[in-house]
Nanobody, 114 residues
């Protein structure tokens, strides 16, 4: 299974971005999926997850009501919509199944300027 994250970039504080995670096969449809991020000099941290039934759960510290996880099983894609971005959201963002597959994608860089 291959996970390919995309959609990152440079955005000003207060802006929005939507990240995508494309997965091969039926990965998105058959698994609970999650988003993570890794800020410079820090460990990878959990942002939130979406179950196969569509139930979502967010880490209060990371998402703080600004992030939304969704998916399109027909397009085999997971999304992370981020609003009101802050400089501390600068990180490489990753997706993975739950439980995590051992091989992670390359991630997508999000840089928020102040």
């Amino acid at each position: 299974v291959q996970l390919v994250e995309s959609g990152g970039g440079l955005v000003q504080a207060g802006g929005s971005l939507t990240l995508s995670c494309a997965a091969s096969g039926s990965t998105i449809a058959l698994n609970d999926m999650a988003w993570y991020r890794q800020a410079p000099g820090k460990q990878r941290s959990f942002i939130g997850r979406i179950s196969r039934s569509g139930y979502t759960y967010y880490d209060a510290d990371s998402a703080k009501g600004r992030f939304t996880i969704s998916r399109d099983t027909e397009k085999k894609t997971l999304y992370l919509s981020m609003n009101t971005l802050k400089p501390e959201d600068t990180a490489v963002y990753y997706c993975n199944t739950i439980p995590n597959m051992p091989l992670w994608g390359q991630g997508t860089q999000v840089t928020v300027s102040s």
